[in-house]
């Protein structure tokens, strides 16, 4: 869950709910999301790479509101950036029953966005061939 306040808290019970009824992961799918064109591009192809690397049909492969079982993100060698590859690294760690719950997504109600969209597309392209090497040389291995 992001700290600007745009995730609601009053969904922890359904993505508690889904965890306690058997899925390993519950990803909150963010509703009516306005982004800019090259980062929506630059997403759509983040999560064609995942689904491609991964064989699963997720409407996205990130997103700041999910839930975990603990046990796919617990002791995790941490690298810079980890936290926006926690769905592929839980993946890559065995889970594999997967629930996505729909969520509004509110305005921002305190501090404002850093990121450089352009800046984000570049360095994120290099990030996450990184992080590929990390999963096939098996840096979030158990």
Do not use: C
Not at 75 to 92: E, G, M, Q, T, V
């Amino acid at each position: 869950m992001d700290t600007d306040l745009q995730d609601d808290p009053k969904y922890l019970p359904d993505f508690l709910k889904e965890i306690s009824h058997g899925s390993d992961i519950v990803i909150g799918i963010r509703k009516k999301r306005k982004a800019p064109a090259i980062l929506s591009v630059g997403l759509k192809v983040y999560d064609l790479i995942f689904e491609n690397m991964f064989h699963k049909k997720l409407i996205t492969y990130r997103a700041p509101y999910v839930a975990y079982r603990s046990k796919y993100v617990s002791n995790l060698p941490w690298f810079k950036n980890d936290h926006r590859y926690l769905i592929p690294i839980a993946i890559n760690r065995g889970a594999d029953s997967i629930s996505e719950l729909s969520v509004v997504l509110n305005e921002r109600k305190i501090g404002k966005s850093h990121y450089n969209r352009y800046l984000k597309v570049f360095w994120g392209i290099i990030e996450v061939v990184i992080f590929i090497l990390k999963i096939k040389f098996g840096k979030y291995n158990k």
